[in-house]
């Protein structure tokens, strides 16, 4: 019986020891989770700023005119070209901002970014090539004469074009890391869903006038009898355009970016290896509005006295206007990848960027022709984090 007792109090003694062991366990677990808890100072909601540098390739259509092949050419190497002078822009500076929400307790993101750019470009050019002097050869009482002249009017070409753009990009979308720690610890790869909102618009103009082509009189005139024996005449051309143009599109848009760290510590700055893809649909409307007028006259002028003038026109074309509005649906793709120093409650990120837009701008003048949109370049932001 006492056997009985002392076993029976053995059992008791380990059961108790057991049941003392899981408590002090399961408190020493409860305190590491609460300190834990205490120690997740992770920011709430986070700000960023930033701005960038893109380079856009797109090429609206030059307005052009048969008179344009004429104009003069000073130095053979470097040809007067009023077309080139048309082109857009090759960079547009810009800025951009977001903000995220990261709530505690899940691993859904929302974000609301907004990017800007805009470009302005303004040339004038003014080429001119002297006319080689000549001489007039009359005849009087006392026999013939000879009489240099030193031109006063020279082939000439000027053009003044300018050309203003702006895009705006917005986006708003709710993700959700799908791969806590999937490229090692401190990584995230987070895949959203939302909304994106584009919108491109451009204006343009073109002011050419030339004065192309000349030709002098025959070196003997028939008869000094006349006072406006004709010397000379000379073509003037020239061309007047304006241009409106744009995209608003509204659609679904996805998009995955991931981070994982490269070296240091969180705590004290760490570096991270960013990158991310986009992709989306965009329905919108797209629109031209474009006039332009062309006109050439042929100016005849005397010889010697009052220098007659007279003018004949070549053709005076009426102005043309063209206003076009269409439905189109854009695909976008783009994708960034980049570098940050993340502290705890600050990141500073460098990268580069780029975005398709297929078909978003119409670049005809007189008839539909559909452009792509295209920005790439490098960017810099900075984020701070706060809450938590």
């Known amino acids: 019986m006492s056997e009985l007792m002392v076993a029976r109090n053995a059992f008791a003694g380990t059961r108790w020891k057991l049941q003392t062991t899981v408590s002090v366990l399961a408190l020493l677990t409860a305190v590491c989770n609460a300190a834990e808890a205490e120690t ?6 986070w700000i960023e700023l930033g701005g960038q540098l893109e380079a856009i390739s797109r090429s609206d259509s030059p307005f052009t005119a048969p008179f344009l092949t004429q104009t003069p050419t000073p130095d053979p190497y470097k040809p007067v070209s009023p077309i080139e002078a048309q082109k857009a822009p090759h960079f547009a500076f810009g800025g951009e901002g977001s903000i995220t ?10 974000v609301a970014a907004v990017r800007y750019g805009r470009s302005n470009g303004k040339k004038h050019l003014h080429h001119q090539s002297a006319r080689p002097p000549y001489s007039y050869r009359g005849r009087s009482g006392n026999g013939i004469f000879t009489i240099p002249i030193t031109p006063t009017n020279n082939k000439s070409a000027d053009t003044i074009a300018e050309y203003t753009e702006s895009h705006i990009i917005v986006d708003f979308q709710a993700g959700k890391d799908v791969g806590l720690g999937m490229f090692g610890r401190g990584s995230s ?13 451009s204006k343009s103009s073109a002011n050419i006038h ?5 030709r002098y009189a025959p070196a003997w ?7 406006y024996q004709l010397k000379s005449y000379f073509r003037t051309y020239g061309l007047v355009a304006h ?15 991931g981070s994982a760290p490269v070296i240091g510590n969180p705590d004290a700055g760490e570096f991270d290896f960013d990158w991310g893809i986009n992709a989306a649909v965009l329905f919108g ?3 031209a509005n474009v006039d332009h007028q062309t006109a050439g006259y042929t100016r005849y002028w005397g010889h010697l006295g009052a220098g007659a003038f007279n003018r004949t026109a070549l053709y005076n074309n009426p102005v043309t206007v063209k206003n076009r509005v269409r439905s189109v649906v854009v695909p976008n793709i783009g994708g960034f990848a980049g570098l940050s120093l993340k502290f705890p409650n600050a990141h500073v990120s460098l990268g580069y960027r780029a975005d398709f837009f ?15 949109m295209v920005f790439h370049g490098p960017f810099a932001s900075i984020s701070i984090g706060l809450g938590g």
């Open 358 to 372: 297929f078909g978003a701008m119409d670049k005809g003048i007189d008839a539909r022709q559909s452009t792509d």
């Open 210 to 214: 030339a004065e192309p082509y000349l």
């Open 285 to 287: 409307k797209q629109k």
């Open 243 to 257: 241009s409106q143009r744009s995209f608003h599109g509204l659609g679904p848009s996805l998009s995955w970016t």
């Open 189 to 201: 790869s987070v895949v959203s869903a939302g909304v994106r909102f584009a919108q491109f618009t």
């Open 221 to 227: 005139p028939p008869s000094f009898a006349s006072k």
């Open 101 to 110: 929400l990261d709530p505690k307790g899940t691993d859904w993101v929302l």
């Open 40 to 45: 997740d100072n992770k920011p709430v909601l």
